[in-house]
């Protein structure tokens, strides 16, 4: 008896799977490249008071730099997912982070290119934004095809610990880089590391040979077959896939806020305190969390559950568990096209993230008051949860006859 297409191409998946040793050895380092990237991500919010200082930045005009990143953050997201899906995730990952960690290298050399710091600065955020915009959407494809379905949970959690760890890591070395060296320093720092970063993959655990034969598809361009082709209508139909949508939006919208905002924050409530502590403690409560909410998701799905929500503690603990239900829920919804959906739904939230960070910097501006921006970010965090607690599920929604129209 012949296997159907649906399982010829489950067992394709199943050979193609990363053995035990492969998926430490990728974990490892993904969760090194998710730090990096936070790093490098970060270094602005850190520096923005000292900028804002050096280059006579209001709170509206430091506003646009922060928001800036998510302008072209937002724009290839569904690219990112589209490439990772099609030749590769891990290729995709090292050909950015090259890109964006040689930006963050040379921002300081970039700010002295002219007077219009504001111009220059708001330039290389949205270059940015659009090189680091590839990289979940290409993760969530690469990790929804190599690793197991009941380890899928806590490899993604890990991963994405690495986000609060970057954070954390510029919080405090950033902190004492910009006490000691000036702003430029933390720019440096972060642009140096991911370049090393970018070496170390290129020469252990990815061949020369398929990264050029990746550049020479991406050349030539992506030929969309039949059986690659997004099942548009039938994800779009689907309740849950717009829970997953709106939830990933909000938990996206809120961490981007806290983020960006965070650090003027306590250096202009707690003047007199050392900025490392307060760049660092709210982090730390979101490793453990994310960490333990991933261990947690797959034992509640090797109970027989389903749709396990994002487990939500308090803000920067919440953005890091909603690794172990959104993002996971969206590789269980369709780990045919993850990345692609995964890039619909982090481009809403770069979109939101866009709004939302410069409304913070105009609440702020007007009002004078943070209050109105933690309420904020309350408001967002609870509609998205709402929502996935209502529609949220995990049955697969990508597969179809052949004969339907896609």
């Given at each position: 008896m012949q296997p159907t297409p649906d399982e010829a191409r489950r067992d394709r998946a199943g050979d193609?799977?990363?053995?035990?040793?492969?998926?430490?050895?990728?974990?490892?380092?993904?969760?090194?490249?998710?730090?990096?990237?936070?790093?490098?991500?970060?270094?602005?919010?850190?520096?923005?008071?000292?900028?804002?200082?050096?280059?006579?930045?209001?709170?509206?005009?430091?506003?646009?730099v922060l928001s800036s990143f998510f302008w072209g953050y937002c724009l290839t997201q569904v690219v990112g997912g589209h490439?990772?899906?099609?030749?590769?995730?891990?290729?995709?990952?090292?050909?950015?982070?090259?890109?964006?960690?040689?930006?963050?290298?040379?921002?300081?050399?970039?700010?002295?290119?002219s007077s219009a710091h504001l111009a220059f600065m708001t330039f290389s955020r949205i270059l940015m934004g659009l090189l680091q915009g590839v990289y979940f959407p290409a993760l969530t494809s690469l990790l929804s095809q190599k690793v197991r379905d009941s380890e899928r949970a806590f490899t993604y959690s890990t991963v994405g610990a690495g986000s609060q760890f970057g954070t954390l890591l510029t919080g405090a070395v950033g902190s004492l880089l910009l006490e000691w060296y000036g702003w430029q320093s933390v720019f440096y720092f972060?642009?140096?590391?991911?370049?090393?970063?970018?070496?170390?993959?290129?020469?252990?655990?990815?061949?020369?040979?398929?990264l050029v034969l990746a550049l020479g598809v991406l050349a030539q361009g992506l030929p969309v077959s039949r059986h690659s082709r997004v099942p548009w209508r039938r994800l779009?139909?689907?309740?849950?896939?717009?829970?997953a949508v709106i939830s990933q939006l909000s938990a996206a919208c809120s961490f981007f806020v806290l983020i960006s905002w965070l650090p003027t924050f306590f250096k202009e409530t707690f003047p007199d305190a050392k900025g490392w502590i307060f760049n660092v403690v709210p982090w730390l409560v979101a490793i453990p969390a994310s960490l333990f909410s991933g261990f947690l998701s797959d034992h509640l799905i090797n109970q027989g559950y389903t749709a396990v929500p994002p487990l939500q503690v308090t803000?920067?603990?919440?953005?890091?568990?909603?690794?172990?239900?959104?993002?996971?829920?969206?590789?269980?919804?369709?780990?045919?096209?993850?990345?692609?959906?995964?890039?619909?739904?982090?481009t809403a939230g770069a979109l939101a993230g866009v709004v939302g960070?410069?409304?913070?910097?105009?609440?702020?501006?007007?009002?004078?008051?943070?209050?109105?921006?933690?309420?904020?970010?309350?408001?967002?965090?609870n509609?998205?949860?709402?929502?996935?607690?209502?529609?949220?599920?995990?049955?697969?929604?990508?597969?179809?006859?052949?004969?339907?129209?896609?």
């Open positions: 193609s799977q990363w053995s035990r040793p492969e998926c430490q050895a990728w974990t490892g380092t993904l969760l090194l490249g998710t730090c990096l990237l936070y790093c490098a991500r970060s270094s602005m919010p850190i520096c923005t008071v000292s900028m804002s200082q050096d280059f006579g930045w209001n709170k509206k005009e430091a506003g646009i490439l990772g899906d099609r030749i590769g995730g891990e290729k995709v990952i090292l050909l950015s982070a090259s890109a964006w960690g040689s930006i963050t290298a040379v921002t300081p050399l970039l700010a002295q290119l972060s642009g140096g590391l991911t370049l090393l970063w970018v070496w170390y993959v290129y020469r252990y655990l990815l061949s020369g040979k398929d779009f139909r689907k309740p849950a896939v717009w829970a803000e920067p603990s919440r953005c890091g568990s909603s690794c172990s239900g959104i993002s996971v829920n969206i590789q269980d919804l369709a780990p045919s096209c993850a990345g692609f959906l995964f890039g619909v739904a982090n960070v410069c409304l913070g910097g105009y609440l702020i501006e007007t009002t004078g008051s943070w209050t109105c921006l933690f309420n904020l970010v309350a408001i967002i965090s509609l998205g949860l709402c929502t996935f607690l209502v529609f949220g599920q995990a049955q697969r929604v990508d597969l179809s006859s052949t004969h339907e129209d896609l």
